[in-house]
């Protein structure tokens, strides 16, 4: 063999034992607990993720107020126009509208406005 040659050694992966043995229990937990609790996990999961949404929601109202006004503010006191930042505040109310069960007017357009669900009834 040479210096300069490269020599490329392949080994072959063994499977480990214990991947099957989770996607067992898995299998398992989804085939005994899924059809006794699943509907009590089912609201406790979306009671979880209410929250979190919520308070992204909140976050998105708060930054999006604020980039508007002062995309406004400086539009107004400067000669350049922020369209851009104006714009992306405008998508934050939206979505924190759309997060948090909020409403709100903009250019007689409503934003936030409630509507029936698309879920379950």
């Not at 490329?8 to 607990?33: C, P």
Request: proline letters at 2%; hydrophobic letters at 50%.
């Amino acid at each position: 063999m040479n210096k300069n040659d490269n020599l490329i050694l392949l080994y072959q992966k063994k499977h480990s034992r214990k991947t099957h043995w989770v996607f067992i229990g898995i299998i398992l937990f989804i085939a005994i607990f899924m059809p006794i609790y699943g509907t009590t996990l089912r609201y406790e999961v979306s009671s979880t993720l209410r929250f979190i949404f919520g308070a992204v929601g909140e976050l998105s109202l708060t930054f999006g107020m604020a980039l508007t006004l002062l995309s406004v503010v400086f539009s107004i006191f400067s000669k350049k126009i922020y369209l851009k930042s104006f714009i992306f505040g405008i998508v934050l109310l939206w979505v924190g509208a759309f997060m948090t069960d909020t409403q709100f007017s903009l250019f007689g357009y409503l934003f936030g406005a409630n509507s029936q669900p698309q879920g379950y009834h």
